[in-house]
T-cell receptor, first 116, second 112 residues
Framework: DSGVTQTPKHLITATGQRVTLRCSPRSGDLSVYWYQQSLDQGLQFLIQYYNGEERAKGNILERFSAQQFPDLHSELNLSSLELGDSALYFC???????????????FGPGTRLTVL | GNSVTQMEGPVTLSEEAFLTINCTYTATGYPSLFWYVQYPGEGLQLLLKATKADDKGSNKGFEATYRKETTSFHLEKGSVQVSDSAVYFCALSSDTGNQFYFGTGTSLTVIP
């Protein structure tokens, strides 16, 4: 158990809908990262937040947005969903704000999103 | 741009066999390199890392050496166990430290 929790575990929805995925980091971690793991794209970094502020951005679509709240939990919002958005969405957390090289990330178990 | 290429799977080995999973990368500057492992139904876990050329990362009997001359970071283990069955991901962080790239993953099954 990494200490990172994600809810829900599974989510099934329809095209065009909007969903929110939630992540609670390990106690004491200030950074939260979001990743998408899909069959065709593999595992992709989406975005990082540190202490409420966006820190780094990867291949995140404009239809997707994230935020980190004062209690440090984070939410990933996915809107106008398409079939291709079906994937496993992972959240990770780390203590520091800076380089991926020096801040070990701890991954949650993921949320499986199915868009029908 | 930055990218990671790792060998296609799946890989099936007998217990106590030698394991190599190849990983090569393309990057500007001096990236850091990582191997992550994903056990069934779980999130990824950091297995080992190396932050500069010629560094060797090691953990739980696994090793990988950062080879800048061949842009490689191959994962090796001398004697695999059934409990090593998992998906292994090679990854790099950009030299600016603010981007992270994963390979496609290699599924390993170890049979008794």
């Amino acid at each position: 158990d990494s200490g990172v929790t994600q809810t829900p575990k599974h989510l099934i929805t329809a095209t065009g809908q909007r969903v929110t995925l939630r992540c609670s980091p390990r106690s004491g971690d200030l950074s939260v990262y979001w990743y998408q793991q899909s069959l065709d794209q593999g595992l992709q970094f989406l975005i990082q937040y540190y202490n409420g502020e966006e820190r780094a951005k990867g291949n995140i679509l404009e239809r997707f947005s994230a935020q980190q709240f004062p209690d440090l939990h984070s939410e990933l919002n996915l809107s106008s969903l398409e079939l291709g958005d079906s994937a496993l969405y992972f959240c990770a957390s780390s203590v520091g704000s800076g380089s991926f090289s020096y801040n070990e990330q701890f991954f949650g178990p993921g949320t499986r999103l199915t868009v029908l | 741009g930055n990218s990671v290429t790792q060998m296609e799977g799946p890989v099936t080995l007998s217990e106590e066999a030698f394991l190599t999973i190849n990983c090569t990368y393309t990057a500007t500057g001096y990236p850091s390199l990582f191997w992550y492992v994903q056990y069934p139904g779980e999130g990824l876990q950091l297995l080992l890392k190396a932050t500069k050329a010629d560094d060797k990362g090691s953990n739980k009997g696994f090793e990988a050496t950062y080879r800048k001359e061949t842009t490689s970071f191959h994962l090796e283990k001398g004697s695999v166990q059934v409990s090593d069955s998992a998906v292994y991901f090679c990854a790099l962080s950009s030299d600016t430290g603010n981007q992270f790239y994963f390979g496609t993953g290699t599924s390993l099954t170890v049979i008794p």
